[in-house]
């Protein structure tokens, strides 16, 4: 594959092969000496057009382990503020003969219109309410290695799924490899007709905890809810919220995740998210890892790779 674009289309060894990959990559970076030369003489540039702690850092560090020149595209300074459009940046970009381009976009769908406008391999850095592929192989990443085999769990995902490329791209990798995957999440915080995408659809909290392995909560996206979010903050955590008295209703040796940004007291209590049970700082390590191995699974299919 040329590009990285979506979890949707990945087969089961696919998906497996990168994790396998991103494996050697976490003792790698346990090591002092940490960089590898698979992308030496290649160019990456990271073009956020929506704000990102997490994704842009690892992928620029992925990057830069790994070889390759590392330039982030400031996009608040670039053209596009006097009216440049996405396409015409990232020809403009592409002249400059880019061999990776990592890219987020808020809208559905840009990331890969971009890339049939340009030579180079890209990657989805997230899409809207699309995919986050590489949120996704990390979460699975991190699950596998707590866990073992991913086909024998219950993952219970929570929250504000319908704003959520994270849950969509997971939905999708672990249907794949063959977990029994839950949504949890009031009405108005589920896309219509998501029983199709072959979830167990719960709309209680508890129900939907009951005997999970991992609880995967989601942040609630009030940037993409233009004012309209109905129940209170209060509200939503009281019912939503996973504190300790929720967790109670998974096993007791579930696993707590969640992406990040994190909204403390609203979709996570403090003393879970920095609990025993969390492995949120875990899925970070696991960030940068995946990230090099999907440079490096790309880095093949390069010109004169
Ligand atoms: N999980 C995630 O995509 O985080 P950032 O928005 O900080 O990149």
Redesign the pocket.
């Known amino acids: 594959r040329r590009h990285l674009l979506g979890i949707e289309g990945l087969s089961y060894p696919e998906i497996t092969g990168l994790l396998d990959l991103a494996d050697e990559y976490v003792a790698l970076n346990r090591q002092v000496e940490k960089k590898r030369a698979i992308l030496r003489g290649r160019t990456q540039v990271n073009l956020f057009f929506e ?6 850092s690892s992928f620029e560090i992925a990057g830069k382990r790994l070889g390759a020149d590392v330039m982030n595209m400031s996009v608040n300074s670039s053209s596009m503020k006097k009216g440049e459009t996405l396409i015409d940046t990232a020809v403009t970009l592409n002249a400059m003969h880019p061999d990776i381009l990592v890219v987020r976009h808020q809208d559905s769908g840009a990331v890969a219109l971009l890339a049939r406008k340009v030579d180079c391999s890209v990657i989805n850095a ?1 899409d809207g309410a699309h995919e ?1 592929p590489t ?1 996704a192989l990390l979460d699975a990443l991190t699950i596998r290695r707590n866990k073992g085999a991913i086909d024998q769990l219950t993952v219970a995902i929570c929250g504000d799924i319908l704003h959520s490329r ?1 849950a969509r791209s997971n939905i999708i990798l672990l249907n794949t490899l063959g977990a029994r995957v839950r949504v949890v999440a009031p009405t108005t915080l589920l896309p219509g007709g998501i029983e199709r995408f072959g979830v167990e659809v719960y709309r209680d909290m508890r129900e939907g905890l009951r005997d999970a392995d991992i609880v995967m909560m989601l942040r609630l996206q009030r940037e993409r809810m233009n004012g309209s979010f109905v129940p209170s903050v209060r509200e939503y955590f009281h019912y939503y919220g996973l504190d300790p008295a929720k967790l109670r209703y998974a096993k007791p040796d579930a696993l707590v995740m969640h ?3 994190m909204n403390r007291g609203v979709e996570i209590d403090s003393s879970v998210a920095d609990g025993a049970q969390s492995l949120i700082n875990e899925q970070v390590e696991m960030g940068v890892a995946v990230r090099m191995a999907a440079l490096d699974a790309l880095s093949r299919h390069l010109p004169n790779a």
């Open positions: 704000a990102s702690t997490r994704t842009q997230g986050h949120q994270v992406p990040g940004p």
